[in-house]
């Protein structure tokens, strides 16, 4: 008796330690109990009996509270159906069976909180972000301060990497990193006189502005206001196990109080009571939904608590960001438009040449459209960079800048098509000089994610009825990549208190779920009933107002995390509603007396034996086929598809060099292409044809599932053929009778060719993605063309 009451004490001690986990030691105190009490029991009952008694009285307290704020609430749950049971069993001396029902409740709810429990919804990353100090121009000098001592009217100096810390009213030119606010991954240069708001990072040289508004009235506050408030003011979660206990309570209660009135038996009615205990509820459903949160962490996905994962399980809608979630959040050169005497490669190589000494995020785009094409960058000196402007440097004897169009530049028409062509294609322009004299324009844009299209697909599948892009970015970009992806809504030129808005509208139609990966999504990812945040490259204020991170860089994740969580929502659903169907066959049985008390809560245990284990197939990963045959094949050539820009790009280049009729140049960017053609792509695609699609077709069993992809391949080797025919006839040089035929040929196999490796890259290579990615880690050799 010592030993247990001692036990009691230092489980006392650890809980008042550890007041972060009182249902834990809520749990503890109760097994010490009941085990001292099974203990006890052989010398006699009534020691036996009064720890019984402790543990009832131990568990009442903490109940009674729980159906209190419950009912301060306007609503009970299955905590008032336990707290009945606890003391009926303590009222007719059914000790034992109180202490089960003890345990069983303290154990859900640790399940429970454990389940519940948040990794971190603060938004500290947001606060610390926020500028501390700000430079002052005075008369003598810079003077640095406190930021929030800055005060309308100020000179503020902003260095090259530091972010704005009021806003203002630009004095001289810069250029400025917005992602933070809009999303947008590309600087933009903004001229003097235009306004410039707080969180912005200046991505050029120091520049000058004029304060308009004090720090704490600035942009970046505001956000940080909005997200404190949307948190603060998102709904609480009704817990799945109380929406059950709504209806089964009544019942519970009214099967015992008849058996009560009709036998005069209180014991009876106790045993129902205990046979009613809403265990499969306390236990099963957190179970079902921790099982699910294990699940999801395996498959890249972490959820912050239960009551997400239960929540996500239960989604109608989802709503994203667009920059860095459904695109790969870097611009990429889309395409190139030279002058008609400019060699493209060439190009390429000097401009990587100067762009390799540039920071800016559009010279990592130059630089990795030279790597694709197989080229390396020339050797450049005298570098140097105008914020705004660009980066200037000598190579092989000339002076080349890259970046926006020489002032002293005169019109040309090519110069033109490459204005039209970026117009139409939603793209930048980066200018390509050499001695002041344009040659080329690489037109640049942010790329859809390869696995984004299968993702919503995914999506709607589950069920997500409404997928709603909520961006910073412009009108006419965002409904160009929502068309892409079948999405049914757009909201462009969004600022954080626009995308809260649009969340809360959402909310009226039903569980609302926010995607997305920067400072500027937090506010909104707050606001959700679900916020869910790339953690790979997403800032860690986003993944600190989200209730779940993507561990990696993968939006397939998304629809895995959905259906893991609809999965796990399912089986707890299943789990408690089983549950309360055999509790309620034993309370049938306990009113007619077939059930005493003690015999009653051990068959309620034997209930919630059968749920738990039904729930925890939430762990259990889908039987599909086994990959392992295919995955060496689908991952090799995916690789292969990385090593082809070059030659792909190839085609449109030499349909371009045409436009201007035969010559030299055109008659060489043709052959190079057909050369690149013969030996890259055509062997690639007689190797798919040959290896990839018969085992592919033998693992769906359906030889006809990849036809229309087998047939792209006889498309591609015809129009291939015809332009070697076409080379055939013209030895020497492409004759002027030629260039029509020739040139629709060109871009007709460019049209091929990009939808086919864009089918191939969303139906076979995604799902190989990962093998990819782990082969490439290792240090795997390019494939043919890369190099």
């Given amino acids: 008796m010592r030993f247990v009451i001692e036990s009691i004490g230092a489980v006392m001690r650890w809980g008042m330690r550890w007041r972060g986990y009182p249902e834990a030691a809520l749990a503890s105190i109760i097994a010490v109990l009941v085990a001292g009490g099974l203990a006890a029991w052989l010398p006699g009952w009534q020691a036996a009996n009064l720890l019984w008694l402790a543990a009832v009285a131990v568990a009442v307290v903490p109940t009674l509270m729980w159906v209190w704020a419950d009912l301060r609430r306007g609503r009970y749950g299955a905590d008032m159906l336990a707290l009945v049971a606890l003391v009926g069993a303590a009222f007719v001396g059914e000790y034992f069976a109180g202490a089960l029902i003890a345990l069983m409740v303290a154990t859900g709810r640790v399940l429970d909180a454990y389940a519940s429990r948040r990794a971190g919804h603060d938004l500290s990353e947001l606060l610390r972000r926020a500028p501390v100090q700000a430079h002052l121009r005075q008369a003598d000098g810079i003077e640095t301060v406190a930021a929030a001592a800055v005060s309308t009217g100020d000179t503020v100096v902003v260095l090259p990497g530091e972010t704005v810390p009021v806003d203002g009213v630009l004095i001289m030119e810069g250029v400025f990193d917005e992602s933070a606010l809009t999303g947008e991954p590309v600087p933009v240069v903004r001229d003097v006189g235009t306004d410039i708001r707080s969180g912005v990072v200046n991505a050029g040289g120091a520049v000058d502005i004029r304060a308009r508004a004090t720090a704490a009235e600035s942009t970046y ?29 009544p019942v519970a209660l009214a099967v015992a109080g008849i058996a009560w009135v009709i036998t005069g038996d209180a014991v009876r009615a106790v045993a129902v009571v205990v046979t009613a205990t809403p265990c499969p509820l306390l236990l099963a459903v957190p179970v079902a939904i921790t099982a699910g949160m294990s699940r999801s962490a395996r498959a890249g996905v972490v959820v912050k608590n239960g009551a997400a994962l239960e929540t996500l399980g239960r989604a109608v809608c989802l709503a994203m960001d667009k920059t860095g979630t459904v695109t790969i959040g870097r611009p990429e050169v889309i395409d190139v438009v030279a002058a008609p005497d400019a060699d493209v490669p060439a190009v390429l190589r000097r401009a990587a040449a100067v762009e390799q000494y540039s920071a800016h995020v559009l010279a990592a785009a130059v630089i990795a459209a030279a790597a694709a094409r197989g080229l390396d960058p020339a050797v450049a000196e005298s570098i140097s960079e105008r914020p705004g402007r660009g980066t200037r440097g000598r190579v092989e004897g000339h002076w080349v800048s890259v970046g926006r169009l020489p002032e002293s530049a005169e019109p040309a028409a090519w110069a033109d098509v490459a204005l039209r062509r970026a117009r139409l294609d939603l793209a930048s322009v980066i200018w390509v000089s050499v001695d002041d004299e344009p040659v080329a324009a690489l037109l640049v844009r942010d790329r859809i994610r390869t696995d984004a299209a299968r993702t919503m697909r995914r999506l709607r599948t589950s069920g997500l009825h409404r997928l709603v892009m909520l961006t910073g970015d412009r009108v ?6 929502a068309r892409m992806l079948g999405l049914t809504e757009v909201v462009a030129d969004a600022d954080p208190a626009d995308k809260i808005a649009a969340i809360r509208a959402e909310r009226r139609g039903g569980v609302t779920v926010m995607v997305g990966d920067g400072v500027n999504d937090a506010p909104a990812l707050a606001a959700a009933d679900v916020g869910i945040a790339l953690g790979s490259r997403g800032s860690t204020a986003a993944a600190q107002a989200a209730d779940a991170v993507i561990v990696d860089d993968r939006i397939g994740r998304l629809a895995d995390a959905v259906e893991i969580a609809q999965r796990a929502h399912r089986l707890a659903v299943q789990s408690a509603v089983a549950g309360m169907l055999l509790s309620l066959c034993a309370m049938v049985a306990a ?20 749920v738990i284990l039904n729930a925890l197939r939430a762990l259990r990963v889908g039987r599909g086929r086994d990959t392992a045959s295919i995955d060496p094949l689908v991952a ?17 280049d030499a349909a371009d060099a045409l436009g201007d009729g035969p010559g030299p140049i055109a008659d060489a960017a043709v052959r190079r292409a057909l050369e690149l053609l013969a ?11 040959a290896e990839l699609y018969p085992a592919l077709s033998n693992y769906l069993d359906d030889p006809e599932a990849l036809v229309t992809m087998s047939r792209e391949h006889t498309e591609i080797e015809r ?42 890259d969303e139906v076979l290579f995604t799902l190989a993605r990962a093998n990819t990615d782990h082969a490439n880690r290792e240090g795997s050799e390019p494939s043919p063309g890369v190099r």
């Fill in 679 to 689: 030996e890259y792509v055509v062997p690639h695609e007689h190797a798919e044809e």
């Fill in 719 to 760: 129009l291939v053929e015809r332009i070697h025919r076409h080379l055939d006839d013209a030895p020497h040089s492409i004759a002027a009778d030629q260039v029509p035929d020739l040139r629709a040929t060109l871009y007709g196999l460019d049209a091929v060719l990009t939808l086919h490796f864009a089918q191939e």
């Fill in 636 to 652: 090799r050539f995916a690789r292969e598809h990385e090593g082809l820009h070059a030659a792909r790009a190839s085609v449109r």
């Fill in 221 to 249: 506050a505001g956000i940080v206001t909005l997200a404190g408030q949307a948190a603060a003011t998102a709904a609480p979660v009704v817990r799945l196990a109380d929406r059950i206990a709504v209806w089964f309570l």
């Fill in 591 to 610: 009113a007619f007396g077939l059930l005493v008390p003690a015999v009653g809560a051990l068959v309620q245990e034997g209930i919630d034996v059968a």
């Fill in 476 to 481: 006419d970009n965002a409904r160009e990549v």
